[in-house]
């Protein structure tokens, strides 16, 4: 992890501002002979493309995304990748600039407006520049690829919480997934944010939420410990998501009021010889290493910081102001970070599974 | 994050078993003509020592450390670090390997055994070997080197949740971390935890705990957008530690039940003429850049998984099998979490800090 | 250096082969705040530029460079650097990969056919995909950043002998490297290598050659010993250079041959007050580390492998079969490397300016 | 390659200064279940030794090292490697830090004390504390390991050039390696070395050399372009190693000087139905990833700058002295070359082999 490249073997590096020409990803280490395409990246792009219903930002964006590199087509019209850096390219289409000339020199609170300005003396404000979540359509793209690194992984999240509404988690059902424009594998509760969320909407307010993200098929050994734990990467590209403050493995937090025996997951032989463990409260990883069991992540993400209410800030010249953010935005970016949690924990997992192949054969 | 090295600038790698001869840690890229010493380094390495109450690990380890490298000693007397790497040793003397060897073949539920096994095909099994918590001595030693790398920063821990007793926040006190076996920051909490965990201890049980770390003086523009932001290194770290289940940053996931007016840090100017943060919802960090608030981080140990109740298990073989522990371990190894939380995050401190000064001046 | 990313605080990624549809880099780390311009990138892309004399490969390429991240246009047009990645692009126009198709399957002797079909199982043929020299042109633009990284440091490269033809150095005039087509430092040297070079492209066959490079006013102190040492870095990236199979600094293999009398670089104060080297025999780097003098390093290009004669050789199914390269080539490619070779240095004295910076402040 | 730690997957950081209490490695990312030992590290660690004749430093160091973590004691008492890092220590005994007195403020023309004391400012004068040649026992140990990592390979070097005195390459002969001082294949040249070397040994001066290393058996596949190409790394780990001023792959410069017909190494199948190549101009190495031909690989090392005659310097101070090192050194460094080039050589190879393992499976 370090400045935009993240991964080891499976290393991505993304690029791009909000309001600039374009923004990208390249995908390097991927092993070769993978078949790849651009329809096949596009229907990861599309879960996560602003503008699909109310409820998310109405900026209008194709989303398209272009091969640049790293890939050979075959005579049937194939692309089969080589081994070499692949380049994925989204060109922006729907900047509107001006929408942000009157936060140039004012802090939006809970923004990156002040830091990046105390960092680096200089910003992109439009739009958020870098700190943008358009950048986050990169990483989408890239963990398409990543998904066809491990054989038989599948990698699915949900939205779990939307302000203080949780799901009801005895009525989860996948294939509720697709049925609501917020991901939620409740379809009761999936209307109650309906009509919560149309509240938040009018009031030009915003909400948090809680995603999780849910890894099946994962090889056991995959984590390098001590310092590249599988749990740890995962933490690490979950919380590099704008807006999240909080990640979670298995029994998360609420692992610290459990006793050790309401914590263990005993183990059993199964019927087809293999071991098999009565629960998952550790969410299919111990010691940093992945068991065979579900990988189970959760992170919180917060408001978004532009809503209508005036707050009080200052300017970078030092001047006390109001503040209040008229742009096109997402009254809970929550939803939209699921296809994008999913791309993290795709990552990290072939990542990983490269070096354990590469450490142990 | 790299197999057992982290940090990037200041780069720390570690070394060793829980039953090996010995452990240690290469302390890499540390500024030099900065002194230190093993007195000062051992002050650290006393707090997280096992031993200290009955309400943890009853192994007896001086937890000694010796400086093998990476300074030059001075006409009088004093240490100076070069710029070269600082290796550390800390002797292992207490080790009694034979109460091992019933679990050598067995899988202790909510233990690494498995995991390591189904890894590498081999497992040091005494003492849990490399997932051991006596790996955690090396990273305070190294947490006490980084502590001096950035002036005026201040790094302190405590508990703040055992088992479902959490403290009550009104009632914080720093001074009182010292006057109770648990870095309790609550006094009144300090006697009910003592009571509960003493229960706990006598039925041979374990309990999970959460522990908050609050860095002070970190000065405003660290952290390297998008993938090595300054929350998601210290998730990567905090998350690093066994144990370790969840991790917050600032209001972390109670920020998903929050509107963005809640949430939002209002700013103003102070009276010094800089900006100030009217909240820290944020906890110190905003895109991934640190603010010159304070950063708060907690994160959520899980009970460890050695408890005299037997528990459904199996061997290596495959044969079904009872499993208890009967080695000397924690009730709540949360507490000694807290001065290896605080290392973590001066450790991450540390790195951005170099990081930062070296790409922006 | 993994993969296609180098550099530790100054990093650059390159993609994209030489048939695809466009390469490019990702510069990361770049501090912010300092101009950039697509022509003043440009400028150096047009030394390396394909198709400038007889004496290179006839393909045409007009390498416009375009940056899609990472700066922010003032007011006045400028474009400031803004701390985030910086994407360059290339577009490929003059592909004309029919004329690759019957080494599709055939192994070129000395080129990277077979390592490529050999560790990949696949290979983009086409103009020999990512191992065409079309790649140094990201090189090449990253390079025109890495010289606006550190203030005052210049640093420039000669062709100092092809073939057997090596310069006559008392004659190495700076100023007659662009009165010839060879970056050639020595007017008389170069009328003669017009000839030589006449013949040999007329035979259609190659030659390989020498190149130097000097970094003038790079800081003392710069270089990471033990294993990031200033010297080493700059050998790593030279020899990554296509075609390149050997690297010196200062005395280099001449070294072998004197004794620690002839080759100590004495020491005196100048008139400054500041030290002052009698000689340069250790080429500006002494223990990994950066001394003030001028850094000189010399590389050794291969003859490019692509001829007209026949050669012996196999195809992927392991038929014996004549091979000769029809496509357009450079009968000597190490003219071409002199720009490349500058991109290379000055790259890794911005990233160890960088690191330096951050490490010792 | 960052500050003290090389490789990728296969990764080893080495610390320790000349006259501190110890030096030592660790070695990460080793895969499980290989045997090593301390005898078998110890063999290679004896053909470094300094003073096994009168050619090298009189300095007596046992060099015995200790394996601390990282492997797992059998019951037949062999060490298994447990795929979690060996550390490796070797104490340094036989110090006189006060032989090194009067350099304390003087720099020594070709040593590393200017430019670590304008880098760091500070330095460890004694024997040239980290700067000397006693870390590359830590290689040479790193090394012994990686040697194991590839089934079937065999790394060994020879010295070739003395001063100005080559060897005559028809007379080649591994076997007379062990029978000389020189790890000379060529008897006869040894011969005239030790009467050359005699000279240069009483006359207090010193002589560069140059060296060769051919590593057979290695798979082909391994490196990874463009970035880490395996001649790039192998180049830079030689120039790592102190006193090395330049490096060749296969002809090396040699290659400038040949034509494109010349240098090519024809293919044919083999009576084994292999791939064939009838020459080795390129040292194994096509492309940046190796071809299953041997690996050959040159490196000139510079005279000790550590001779009797008096040379003009400055102090710390800026005063102008005249300095000459009285301490015990080597008349010819180069010879003790040898084991550390193997070393680099073998590291850099086991690191490509798992990572070659990791992205190709």
């Known amino acids: ?57 109405q900026r209008r964006e194709a989303d398209e995304v272009k091969i640049l590199s790293g890939v050979m087509p075959q005579e ?35 923004h990156a407006d002040y830091a990046y300005d105390v960092k680096y003396g200089i910003r992109d404000y439009r739009g958020g520049g870098r700190s943008s979540a358009r950048e986050t359509a990169a990483r989408v793209a890239a963990g398409a690829i990543a998904r066809k690194v491990v054989p038989g992984v599948s ?22 997934i697709d049925n609501n424009p917020f991901f939620c594998p409740d379809a009761e509760t999936a209307k109650l944010w309906e009509d919560y969320l149309d509240g938040i909407r009018k009031a030009g307010s915003s909400v948090g939420a809680v995603i999780e993200i849910v890894a099946e098929g994962v090889p056991p050994g995959l984590g390098a410990p001590i ?8 933490a690490s590209l979950l919380m590099s998501i704008n807006a999240v403050k909080g990640v979670e493995i298995g029994e998360g937090f609420a692992a610290a009021a459990l006793t050790g025996e309401a914590n263990a997951d005993e183990m059993r032989m199964g019927n087809d010889g293999k071991p098999l463990f009565l629960s998952n409260h550790a969410g299919g990883i111990l010691g940093g290493i992945s068991t065979g069991q579900p990988i189970v992540a959760r992170f ?3 408001p978004t910081s532009s809503i209508l209410t005036p ?41 990983h599974y490269l070096r354990n192949r590469g450490q142990n054969g």
Chains 1, 2, 3, 4 share one sequence.
Not at 39 to 46: K, R, S
Not at 227 to 234: V, W
Not at 318 to 331: A, I, L, W
């Open 155 to 176: 990698v699915r999240g949900a939205l779990v919480q939307v302000g203080p509404h949780a799901i009801d988690r005895s009525r989860w059902n996948w294939n509720e």
């Open 311 to 351: 707050r009080h800030s200052i300017t970078a010249g030092g001047e006390e102001v109001e503040v209040m953010t008229k742009g096109r935005h997402d009254p809970c970016v929550g939803i939209r970070a699921v296809p994008i949690g999913e791309a993290m924990v795709a990552c990290a997992i072939a990542d």
């Open 227 to 234: 310092y590249g734990k599988l749990d740890q990467d995962i």
């Open 76 to 110: 049937d019209g194939r692309l089969l990748t080589t081994g070499t850096p692949i380049a994925l390219e989204i060109q922006n289409t729907d900047q509107r600039s001006k929408d942000y000339g009157d936060i140039k020199d004012r802090y939006r609170p809970g």
């Open 1 to 57: 992890m370090s400045h935009n490249t993240f991964g080891h073997l499976f290393r991505v590096t993304t690029w791009g501002e909000s309001h600039g020409p374009a923004l990208g990803a390249a995908v390097d280490g991927c092993p070769p002979r993978i078949e790849i395409s651009e329809a096949e990246i596009q229907t990861w792009l599309d879960k996560r493309k602003p503008g699909q219903s109310r409820f998310t930002t």
């Open 300 to 302: 919180a993400v917060k």
